[in-house]
Each structure stands twice: as structure tokens, then as C-alpha cells.
Nanobody, 121 residues
Framework: QMQLVETGGGLVQAGDSLRLSCAAS????????MGWFRRGPGKEREFVAA????????YYADSVQGRFTISRDNAKNTVSLQMNNLKVEDTANYYC??????????????WGPGTQVTVSS
């Protein structure tokens, strides 16, 4: 079993930046691909970004490409999501996930409880 906890969410204005962090424990963190997903109000959970176990490969949803950056620090068992130029449509509960592959689906093995990001106009 792996435990994931997200931090860094908050209320910001459009154009601002936030950095989300996810701390992992319970399993060998470096063996897992990591992903970020989000669920906005009245929407389904959607893929945001993913990173391979080594950090060599990253993937992004078209809606965040060029604005968000995913990274990981295996020595500290953390994965981060730097969010720049936030838009109102980025408002959502953001979830950290761990799995065998950095897929764009929700088929990950472990999930954190989420952290809320609210962007006002």
C-alpha cells in the first residue's frame, strides 16, 4: 500500500501561479509512475499531467500544455505540479496518483485525497 497526500492548493486570481506537492509513503516511490488529475465542478475527473518513474518522460493534457510542469524528486518521495498562468477553468480538486505507467486514464493504483485549487476572474 502507498499513501499519497497533496498540499499547496488555494484561492488565487487568474494569471497567478501555484505549486502543488504530493508526498508518498509506504512503497518504493521510485518504482512508480506518477500522475496528476483534477475534477472541476460538474465535471468528470480528467488527466492533467504524468511523469515516468525515472522522470525522463512527461505528459500533459492539451489544456495545460505550456502552463503546467510536472516534476519529481525520488530522493524525497515527492512529485510536484507547477501551475503558471492559471485560468478560471483550472478550478478543480487536484489529485495525485501512482501507478505502473504514466497513462492518461484514471487507471492508477493509488490516489491521494486531493487538494482544492480555486481560480477567480
Amino acid at each position: 500500500q502507498m499513501q499519497l497526500v497533496e498540499t499547496g492548493g488555494g484561492l488565487v486570481q487568474a494569471g497567478d501561479s501555484l505549486r502543488l506537492s504530493c508526498a508518498a509513503s509506504g512503497r518504493t516511490f521510485s518504482s512508480y509512475a506518477m500522475g496528476w488529475f483534477r475534477r472541476g465542478p460538474g465535471k468528470e475527473r480528467e488527466f492533467v499531467a504524468a511523469i515516468s518513474w525515472s522522470g525522463a518522460s512527461t505528459y500533459y493534457a492539451d489544456s495545460v500544455q505550456g502552463r503546467f510542469t510536472i516534476s519529481r524528486d525520488n530522493a524525497k518521495n515527492t512529485v510536484s505540479l507547477q501551475m503558471n498562468n492559471l485560468k478560471v477553468e483550472d478550478t478543480a480538486n487536484y489529485y495525485c496518483a501512482a501507478g505502473q505507467f504514466p497513462v492518461k486514464t484514471s487507471r492508477y493504483d493509488y490516489w491521494g485525497p486531493g487538494t482544492q485549487v480555486t481560480v477567480s476572474s
